[in-house]
T-cell receptor, first 113, second 109 residues
Framework: DAGITQSPRYKITETGRQVTLMCHQTWSHSYMFWYRQDLGHGLRLIYYSAAADITDKGEVPDGYVVSRSKTENFPLTLESATRSQTSVYFC????????????FGSGTRLTVV | QKEVEQNSGPLSVPEGAIASLNCTYSDRGSQSFFWYRQYSGKSPELIMSIYSNGDKEDGRFTAQLNKASQYVSLLIRDSQPSDSATYLCAVKDFNKFYFGSGTKLNVKP
């Protein structure tokens, strides 16, 4: 299916565990992004990638790791999950250029207990 | 840090009325502006983009941009209960979006 898909949709994990959230897009968009959305904070950028093997920090990168070995995949890893990382995580992709909007994935609701 | 400000609401309007959603931004050099709609529990979806001063219409939606005053607005005509959602204003600079925290709109039947 064409589009951008995230997995899993829901995840419960324990404090201290490593968790990886997956993001896959089929458009060959050059840019991919990870956001978290929390009540009172809106959407905050965690990491983004301009192309394969090019990643950069966003507003709230601490505690997260990303990689992009292929254009279509952009996984987000929580190295040692903390309760403050309980959130809804959205992946997005876009063509290069400020006249293009993002397309968001359906989100992953992560709960750290 | 680029700031995008929105009134969190909720904004309540009766069915059939015009809903007016407003947004201000901090960077005078910003050129690209977008409105997203987000239903509860869903991901944001793009409604409109605007790049030039003035109005841009798409069906029941009209985006308005005033770069001198650094504000963007979204008008929804003939509001429907299905328009009840959170509306996110966003500015895009150098391929990154900066989002407002959103305005919650309630359209009452």
């Amino acid at each position: 299916d064409a589009g951008i898909t995230q997995s899993p949709r829901y995840k419960i994990t324990e404090t201290g565990r490593q968790v990886t959230l997956m993001c896959h897009q089929t458009w060959s968009h050059s840019y991919m992004f990870w956001y978290r959305q929390d009540l009172g904070h809106g959407l905050r950028l965690i990491y983004y990638s301009a192309a394969a093997d090019i990643t950069d920090k966003g507003e709230v990168p601490d505690g997260y790791v990303v990689s992009r070995s292929k254009t279509e995949n952009f996984p987000l890893t929580l190295e040692s999950a903390t309760r403050s990382q309980t959130s809804v995580y959205f992946c997005a992709s876009s063509e290069s250029g400020d006249n293009y909007g993002y397309t968001f994935g359906s989100g992953t609701r992560l709960t750290v207990v | 840090q680029k700031e995008v400000e929105q009134n969190s609401g909720p904004l309540s309007v009766p069915e059939g009325a015009i809903a007016s959603l407003n947004c201000t931004y901090s960077d005078r050099g910003s050129q690209s502006f977008f409105w997203y709609r987000q239903y509860s529990g869903k991901s944001p979806e793009l409604i409109m983009s605007i790049y030039s001063n003035g109005d841009k219409e798409d069906g029941r939606f009209t985006a308005q941009l005033n770069k001198a005053s650094q504000y963007v607005s979204l008008l929804i005509r003939d509001s429907q209960p299905s328009d009840s959602a959170t509306y996110l204003c966003a500015v895009k600079d150098f391929n990154k979006f900066y989002f407002g925290s959103g305005t919650k709109l309630n359209v009452k039947p």
